[in-house]
């Protein structure tokens, strides 16, 4: 599959360090997943907490191999800032998606199926079927 | 008839305003926010205002769409999409005619209004910017300094109200009693149309 294009995708926190560890985590339990282009953008532009249109739609170019990104979003204002760039047609790549799934467990699942050639769909729906996992 | 002059008036009595009241707003934010909202939203207006004397568009959609994408690159917290979506719409709306009556901006403002609560999901009664939006606009059909007063009302009106939407949706209950900085807010950029018109 080295030819293959992936999906790519965009981790958005509130914290810089949330994002990075997120996304290293993902690609660490995903094993095997090196190939599959991740971003994270965590934080605002000056380092502090919160979420920055710039830096979401610098990752989301950054994954981009023209076959679908998918962002995965913590909380409030981040789901907020992409919806908000969704909404304004040309900031994202096309084919971005905003997908609705717990952030943590999502990425994972998300990395994991991208990492086998899955479509956007595919990668999708895998992040939001982690919802359903139970713990205990 | 009311000119891309008008507009710039109204972004820069905004942010006049939200300078002069950040920290009254983030004061409200501390209960039952994260206490970054004036100092967000402050960030955010100083950026609009540079934004606009180094551009100075011609049209008072250009102004407004301009203004909100400033807001949303700059503010960092859910206010910025939510305001920057607030005003590109009605930029948008307002298309790019060099001048506009108040009916037009009223029409405009209520598809802002609108894409906001689209938005966030937020309805009317939620303790949120709708709350003081929707009277204000409402009454914008009357006269601006009408708008100014009935979005004060609305804003004031939040605080028997129970939060359902955003962080403070999180206490539940113990958010009763605090008024709304969101709501707030937005008082006060109705306030600043007033001010525009001199009203």
Known sequence: ?136 | MLDADFFRRWMTATAASVDREAERLTALDSPIGDADHGSNLQRGFTAVTAALEKEAPDTPGAVLILAGRQLISTVGGASGPLYGTLLRRTGKALGDAAEVDRAQLADALRAGVDAVMTLGGAAPGDKTMIDALVPGVDALGDSFGAARDAAEQGALATIPLQARKGRASYLGERSIGHQDPGATSSALLVAGLAEAAGE
Do not use: N, W
């Not at chain 1, 997943?33 to 979420?51: D, F, H, K, R, S």
């Not at chain 1, 913590?74 to 790549?93: C, F, M």
């Not at chain 1, 997908?99 to 595919?122: H, I, K, M, N, Q």
């Open chain 1, 1 to 136: 599959m080295s030819d293959e294009k992936l999906v790519g995708i965009v981790l958005v926190s509130h914290s810089a360090q949330v994002a990075v560890s997120v996304a290293e985590l993902a690609k660490g339990l995903a094993g095997g997943a090196a190939a599959v282009p991740v971003a994270p953008a965590g934080g605002t532009e000056g380092g502090e907490l919160g979420t920055s249109a710039e830096l979401i739609a610098a990752a989301a170019a950054s994954v981009d191999r023209g076959v679908g990104v998918a962002v995965l979003t913590d909380l409030g204002s981040a789901v907020l800032t992409v919806k908000a760039l969704l909404a304004e047609g040309d900031e994202l790549p096309a084919q971005t998606r905003l997908v609705d799934c717990p952030f943590l467990e999502g990425a994972v699942a998300a990395v994991v199926t991208a990492a086998t050639g899955a479509d956007l769909d595919g990668v999708a729906a895998a992040a939001s079927e982690a919802y359903s996992y139970r713990k205990v």
